[in-house]
């Protein structure tokens, strides 16, 4: 796993093989869990992908949520949750812009970057609903190639079914962020769900425990 700067790491690709398939795998990641590396790993093997770059956002799209993490935090915790990983890698495109990052200005970046590269963007079936309200919706759909994978709960509006769209039936791994933070702010059990280095991460940090 390497982050998109530059910086090699042990068992990353070697600097200018960017392979011809790239997934492009947004989110906050607050915190990142074993169900995102479930996910981005099936989708990975499925297409038959280069690799995933994971995208952690400043702040959530349509401010949905407030008091989002430090992006410090959660970008260690994305460093350690990929860490096994090497066809896994960080960018921190989004945060080192601040503000609102638009997934159409996103996609265009890493057209410049590997410009023989056929992008897959990757996102839940919950985020479909909301989809039509993004920036430029149909130049995502030209510009990229969606990935949509199931969440529990959320059905998909037959028409995306006519667009540039790859429809994947991934393990239903029912696991939220949301829920993670709530379980830790509660004292609850939840170290199955996250990788160990998070999870001590999480603790060292006391992170969550005042939500």
Known sequence: MKKENGQQEKGSPTPGSSGKKIGLFGGTFDPIHIGHTIVAEWIWDALHLDRVIFIPNFIHP??????????????????LALSDFP??????????????SYTIDT????????ADTQL??????DNLHDFWKWKEPQN????????V?????????????????????????EISSTEIRQRIQNKRACQSLLHPGVYQFIKEHKIYQSI
């Open 107 to 114: 996609i265009r970046h890493f057209q410049q970057k590997y």
């Open 62 to 79: 349509f401010h949905k949520r407030q008091g989002i993490s430090d992006a410090r935090y959660r970008l260690r915790m994305l460093q």
């Open 87 to 100: 066809q896994f890698e960080i960018s921190t495109i989004e945060i080192d812009r601040e503000g609102v």
């Open 149 to 173: 994978y199931n969440r529990k709960g959320f059905s998909v509006d037959p028409k995306f079914k006519k667009e540039n769209i790859v429809f994947l039936e991934t393990p239903h791994i």
């Open 140 to 147: 995502i759909l030209t510009e990229a190639r969606m990935v």
């Open 120 to 125: 897959f963007l990757i996102v839940g079936t």
